[in-house]
């Protein structure tokens, strides 16, 4: 099993950045991809970016790209979302999730909130 620890998340002015960052332990060497996704209030959970654990290929939304980057580190078992030019329609709770099944993100971190301020 894989376990996900979020930190970095928080209360942000529109225009201001964020970097949230997601530390992977357990079973590390299963991880295919790692994904983050968010769930505003009253809103379905939905993929905000994705990267592949060994070739760093990456997937973004459209809402976010150009103003997102997904990164990992290996080394650290770690992967992160920087988070530019926020809006407030960024707000919502942040998860990263692990994809150890090719297409199923099996686990998930507790979810971090960021709130973007207009």
């Known amino acids: 099993q894989v376990q996900l620890v979020e930190s970095g998340g928080g209360l942000v002015q529109a225009g201001g950045s964020l970097r949230l960052s997601c530390a992977a332990s357990g079973r590390t060497f299963s991880i295919y991809g790692m994904g983050w996704f968010r769930q505003a209030p009253r809103k379905e959970r ?20 150009g103003r997102f980057t997904i990164s990992r580190d290996n080394a ?11 809006k407030p329609e960024d707000t ?10 090719r297409g199923r993100y099996d ?5 971090t909130q960021v709130t973007v301020s207009s």
């Open 92 to 101: 919502a709770v942040y998860y990263c999730a692990a994809d150890t099944k």
């Open 46 to 65: 939905e993929i905000v970016a994705a990267i592949s654990w060994s070739g760093g290929n990456t997937y973004y939304a459209d809402s976010v790209k």
């Open 76 to 86: 650290k078992n770690t992967v992160y979302l920087q988070m530019n030019s926020l």
């Open 107 to 111: 686990y998930w971190g507790q979810g």
